[in-house]
């Protein structure tokens, strides 16, 4: 079984709608992480947890917002879906070990496409 | 702001030719890692450098990092078509310790 689960791996909606995207692990790992994946742009930060009561804003948070209902939960939310946001959306998880060059464990992505 | 420059971006070879794929900064890391990511996945880490001028191999791949850790290299000896994949660099730098990811370097390893 997968360690970092993704669901849904695919969407389709129409501008203005709510979705969330949903993310669980079985790593025991306390920091959680959402990235967009663009072509030509890489991997982008949009939020990020270390724990249950600490949330994080990244590098494009703008539109996005997040919940980290259990350690082995996070989720993101888009309140009013844009055609911009049409991505690939990843979350991962790492484990503070040495605190620096920690692996993130990737999930498998969910492909998003607004309409 | 890029903080991390891929080059090339794509890179299109033969089986059993040698490349080097360059991740570059004007900012030091404490860390620089390596991802690659096959179509319909995630990234999966590679390796990861953390001191000045420090070398990795893992098989046939090659890793450098930076006598000033702000730049890292990959090398491929004899590349297989099950090389082929996005190849990503990361730098890990602050207090807590956030990952800035390059833009990628989409290799194909034609057969």
Known sequence: DADVTQTPRNRITKTGKRIMLECSQTKGHDRMYWYRQDPGLGLRLIYYSFDVKDINKGEISDGYSVSRQAQAKFSLSLESAIPNQTALYFCATSDETSGIGDTQYFGPGTRLTVL | ?111
């Open chain 2, 1 to 111: 702001t890029q903080l991390l420059e891929q080059s090339p971006q794509f890179l299109s070879i033969q089986e059993g030719e040698n490349l080097t794929v360059y991740c570059n900064s004007s900012s030091v890391f404490s860390s620089l890692q390596w991802y690659r990511q096959e179509p319909g996945e995630g990234p999966v880490l590679l390796v990861t450098v953390v001191t000045g001028g420090e070398v990795k191999k893992l098989k046939r791949l090659t890793f450098q990092f930076g006598d000033a850790r702000k730049d890292s290299s990959l090398h491929i000896t004899a590349a297989q078509p099950g090389d082929t994949g996005l190849y990503l660099c990361a730098g890990g730098r602050g207090s807590n310790y956030k990952l800035t990811f390059g833009k990628g370097t989409l290799l194909t390893v034609n057969p």
